[in-house]
């Protein structure tokens, strides 16, 4: 157990840097920093005051850092097994609130559930865990400890392979924590079943951040003949298939998530409807929207679902990634049909909504297309949004309809 006494260090803050901490943002830049009372070490709990010495909460302290000291919590509360059974509890509530019949979720997500710097997947019966920051991981003990009362799982690994661990100045860490462990692990994705390989998949194994909009979509597809881009294991594809869909054409750079999502879609008897390529997307719009000079593109498509990785990881790659955004709606509406659906969803947190419609009308101008907006999707609900923390509002989507 950890003590927040006023004995443990305090974190004095410069003035002015208060009001975002006061409207809940966890996270305290180095340079926010006015001083502290004495030394505090790397992931020890500090107290953090305002220059006027108001006390504002307690948190992680990492020197090592970008982010000084992330907040947990706006009261003097210990840091113990109880805590973390508290927020992460209070975590699995919201879930079950808000997808109460879903049995594969994220059970925490860092700031969103006020546990920055943690991530726990669940995948059936399997947990997934991922620490980026230092406080968190020097406490993992405890946390698995926590997991293992509430969730009982049969085995819970690690997976903090991001890349933003060396910012904490944390190594990678991937491996078996707790129970023994698995083969690839079947888990249900709105009735649909899905394997995964979670020792070596994509983030801790799958998207989970689309569930509702896999089911949203489709809904879309009845009848139709389907363009599934940026396609990985095939959820929004499959999704449309088994909605009605007359066929569903499947693309994705990794030949791996090919192979993977043409053994699910035959798992679940989808495959008669499908058809899968491993190719660059960006290649492949190139080859299929060529055409001759005074010669159009053929339409050949109801419905084209985008869905790419982010192109951007910083502010300073936006123009590269709204030209990257520009060029796949401009050749996907070139290959839709009048009537048609494009689905389209931007997961980069540094190209918000409003950037990304315009960025589509630019090239719906540009393909001489008129788009009617007919639905408007965010993360699925186990990513929760705290609109004060706006880092944890990250991926946003539209339909549109061809009008002309």
């Given at each position: 157990?950890?003590s927040?006494?006023p004995?443990?260090?305090?974190?004095l803050?410069?003035?002015?840097?208060?009001?975002?901490?006061?409207?809940?943002?966890?996270w305290?830049?180095a340079?926010s920093?006015?001083r502290?009372?004495?030394?505090?070490?790397?992931?020890?709990?500090?107290?953090v005051?305002?220059?006027?010495q108001?006390?504002?909460?307690?948190?992680?302290?990492n020197?090592?850092?970008k982010?000084?000291?992330?907040?947990?919590g706006p009261?003097?509360?210990p840091?113990?097994e109880?805590?973390?059974?508290?927020?992460?509890?209070?975590?699995?509530?919201?879930?079950?609130k808000h997808?109460?019949?879903?049995s594969?979720f994220?059970v925490?997500?860092?700031?969103?559930?006020?546990?920055?710097?943690?991530?726990?997947?669940?995948?059936?019966?399997?947990?997934?865990?991922?620490t980026s920051?230092?406080?968190?991981?020097?406490?993992?003990?405890?946390?698995?400890?926590?997991?293992?009362?509430?969730?009982?799982?049969?085995?819970?690994?690690?997976?903090s392979?991001?890349?933003?661990?060396k910012?904490?100045?944390l190594p990678?860490a991937?491996?078996?924590?707790?129970?023994?462990?698995p083969?690839?692990?079947?888990?249900?994705?709105?009735?649909?079943?899905?394997?995964?390989?979670?020792?070596?998949g994509?983030?801790?194994?799958m998207?989970?951040?689309?569930?509702?909009n896999?089911?949203a979509?489709?809904?879309l597809c009845s009848?139709?003949?389907?363009?599934?881009?940026?396609s990985?294991?095939?959820?929004?594809?499959?999704?449309?298939?088994?909605?009605?869909?007359?066929?569903?054409h499947?693309?994705d750079q990794?030949a791996?998530?090919?192979?993977?999502?043409?053994?699910?879609a035959?798992?679940?008897?989808?495959?008669?409807?499908?058809?899968?390529e491993a190719?660059?997307?960006?290649d492949?719009?190139k080859?299929?929207?060529?055409?001759?000079?005074?010669?159009?593109?053929v339409?050949?498509?109801?419905?084209?679902?985008?869905?790419?990785?982010?192109?951007?990881r910083?502010?300073a790659?936006?123009?590269d990634?709204?030209?990257?955004?520009?060029?796949?709606h401009?050749?996907a509406?070139?290959l839709?049909?009048?009537?048609?659906?494009?689905?389209?969803f931007?997961?980069?947190?540094?190209?918000?909504?409003?950037?990304?419609?315009?960025?589509?009308q630019?090239?719906?101008?540009d393909?001489?297309r008129?788009l009617?907006?007919?639905a408007?999707?965010s993360?699925?609900?186990?990513?929760?949004?705290?609109?004060?923390?706006p880092?944890?509002?990250?991926?946003?989507?539209?339909?549109?309809?061809?009008?002309?």
């Open positions: 157990m950890e927040s006494s004995t443990i260090p305090t974190v803050l410069r003035p002015g840097e208060a009001d975002r901490i006061v409207a809940g943002h966890p305290i830049y340079g920093v006015l502290l009372t004495h030394a505090a070490a790397d992931g020890a709990l500090v107290q005051k305002d220059h006027r108001r006390f504002l909460g307690v948190g992680f302290y020197s090592k850092s982010i000084a000291v992330r907040i947990i009261e003097r509360v840091i113990n109880a805590f973390f059974e508290d927020r992460i509890r209070a975590a699995l509530a919201v879930r079950k997808l109460p019949g879903a594969s994220r925490v997500n860092a700031e969103s559930d006020f546990l920055s710097g943690l991530i726990v997947d669940k995948y059936e019966d399997v947990l997934v865990l991922q920051a230092l406080g968190m991981d020097q406490r993992k003990e405890m946390i698995v400890a926590v997991l293992q009362k509430i969730f009982s799982p049969r085995c819970i690994l690690e997976r392979d991001a890349a933003y661990r910012f904490e100045g990678e991937n491996g078996l924590l707790a129970g023994a462990m083969g690839p692990v079947n888990i249900k994705l709105n009735g649909l079943v899905f394997q995964l390989d979670l020792a070596s994509h983030k801790t194994g998207y989970l951040d689309q569930q509702a896999y089911e979509v489709a809904r009848g139709a003949q389907v363009l599934d881009c940026f990985f294991l095939g959820g929004f594809g499959l999704h449309a298939a088994r909605a009605g869909a007359t066929h569903v499947l693309l990794s791996d998530a090919i192979a993977a999502s043409t053994r699910i035959n798992a679940n008897n989808l495959a008669a409807k499908c058809s899968f190719v660059n997307v960006f492949w719009f080859a299929n929207t060529a055409v001759k000079p005074h010669e159009k593109v339409p050949r498509f109801d419905v084209v679902i985008l869905d790419p990785p982010s192109f951007t910083t502010r790659a936006i123009p990634a709204m030209r990257g955004y520009k060029e796949i401009l050749r509406l070139k839709l049909k009048t009537g048609g659906t494009l689905a389209t931007c997961c980069s947190h540094h190209v918000d909504a409003a950037m990304f419609q315009a960025v589509i630019d090239a719906a101008t393909a001489r008129t009617r907006r007919v408007i999707y993360q699925s609900p186990d990513h929760p949004v705290i609109p004060g923390i880092e944890t509002e990250y991926l946003k989507g539209f339909a549109f309809e061809v009008v002309k």
